[in-house]
């Protein structure tokens, strides 16, 4: 069983930038494809971004393209959401999920029940 650990968020200004981790406690991490999503309140969790295991494949929702990205450090089991320019819509709490599929390790997924195994989220909030 896979354990995430989400950490990087916090409060911050509208333009200003977060980093958020997720870090696994497993060596097999690397064979994960991985995904930051969102909550915010009174709305349904929505993908956010997500990246395969060798990093040759990444997704991003269309309002953080440009703006987020998505990269991972497989000798670190972590996976990085770096977020700039951030708006006050971006304010949710945010987790990471991991999913394997060997047979496609190229794929990337963006919907909540193509993962397996979720942290427990980060709370991101953007003033104005």
């Known amino acids: 069983q896979v354990q995430l650990v989400e950490s990087g968020g916090g409060l911050v200004q509208t333009g200003g930038s977060l980093r958020l981790s997720c870090a696994a406690s497993?060596?097999?991490?690397?064979?994960?494809?991985v995904g930051w999503f969102r909550q915010a309140p009174g709305k349904e969790r929505e993908f956010v971004a997500a990246?395969?295991?060798?990093?040759?494949?990444?997704y991003y929702t269309d309002s953080v393209k440009g703006r987020f990205t998505i990269s991972r450090d497989n000798a670190k089991n972590t996976v990085y959401l770096q977020m700039n320019s951030l708006e006050p819509e971006d304010t949710a709490v945010y987790y990471c999920?991991?999913?394997?599929?060997?047979?496609?390790?190229?794929?990337?997924?963006?919907?909540?029940?193509?993962?397996?195994?979720w942290g427990q989220g980060t709370q991101v909030t953007v003033s104005s």
């Open positions: 497993e060596r097999t991490f690397s064979a994960y494809t």
């Open positions: 999920a991991a999913t394997i599929n060997p047979a496609r390790p190229d794929l990337t997924y963006q919907f909540t029940y193509q993962y397996q195994h």
């Open positions: 990246i395969s295991r060798s990093s040759g494949s990444t």
